[in-house]
């Protein structure tokens, strides 16, 4: 029974009243040192993007070393505040290139497949053909009879958070068709949009994680688009051995 841990938009290297990135960096090592000191097993911690939050190669050497752990596997994707090149070097150890950076991880009893939804330059999200090609070989070549999860940093829907939606995926029709290809999917695993949100896409679950640097606001709350004063959070996903997903969400403290 698969147990993914989840969280997304560490932003290391925002300013926050001028603190030089300290407490961007801050919220990350507390979400990971809880992780780390969790008494039961998971199987792999999954960021969502925006790992840094300007793209710089000393946000990559940061986050390099928030995100190590001694217990666990991290599976990675980027962000729109990411950039590509400075990621590949920083985070991945390779050389620089602007080709989206899409990568199949197996894990015990799940594939998880994790798609560059970046588009350079833009805050919407796309998945550009190559990434879009590359996603159904490799689903098609993956063993039909393991469960797997598709992850991207930008929703492909809709939230009802207007700072959000303004800059989700377009072109999800395209995506969707793809997903509907392959039975062995169960969900699909997002960012973005600062907020834990759930809803369905391409007929699948999608689970979107909380942000940790910062969450958005919700239009019935009123007030700021971004609060800074919410705690960080992280999602737990677990796969049941029928391919049912169910998330809990835990705030950090």
Request: aromatic letters at 4%; a negative charge; glycine letters at 8%.
């Amino acid at each position: 029974m698969p147990v993914l841990a989840h969280l997304s938009d560490i932003h290391l290297g925002q300013d926050h009243d001028g603190d030089g990135g300290a407490r961007a960096e801050a919220r990350a090592r507390q979400v990971m040192a809880h992780l780390d000191a969790l008494p039961g097993p998971i199987d792999a911690v999954l960021v969502t993007g925006d790992i840094a939050d300007h793209g710089r190669p000393e946000e990559y050497a940061a986050a390099a070393k928030v995100l190590a752990s001694d217990r666990h596997r991290v599976l990675l994707c980027p962000g729109n505040h990411d950039v590509r090149e400075a990621y590949r070097a920083g985070l991945l150890g390779e050389e620089p290139s602007a080709a989206p950076v899409n990568r199949l991880h197996e894990l015990p009893g799940l594939t998880v497949v994790m798609c560059d939804s970046s588009v350079p330059g833009r805050p919407e999200g796309r998945l550009d053909e190559e990434t879009l090609g590359w996603l159904d070989r490799t689903l098609s070549r993956a063993r039909r009879d393991v469960p797997a999860v598709v992850a991207f940093h930008h929703p492909p829907v809709e939230l009802h958070a207007p700072f959000v939606d303004a800059i989700r995926l377009q072109d999800e029709a395209r995506v969707a068709a793809v997903l509907r290809c392959h039975p062995q999917l169960r969900a699909v695993l997002c960012g973005h949009a600062h907020t834990a949100a759930v809803s369905r896409f391409a007929n699948l679950p999608l689970a979107v994680a909380p942000g940790v640097v910062s969450t958005v606001g919700l239009p019935w709350e009123g007030g700021a688009d971004i609060l800074f004063d919410q705690p960080p959070m992280v999602a737990f996903h677990v796969l049941d051995e029928g391919g049912r997903l169910t998330t809990h969400h835990r705030v950090v403290v």
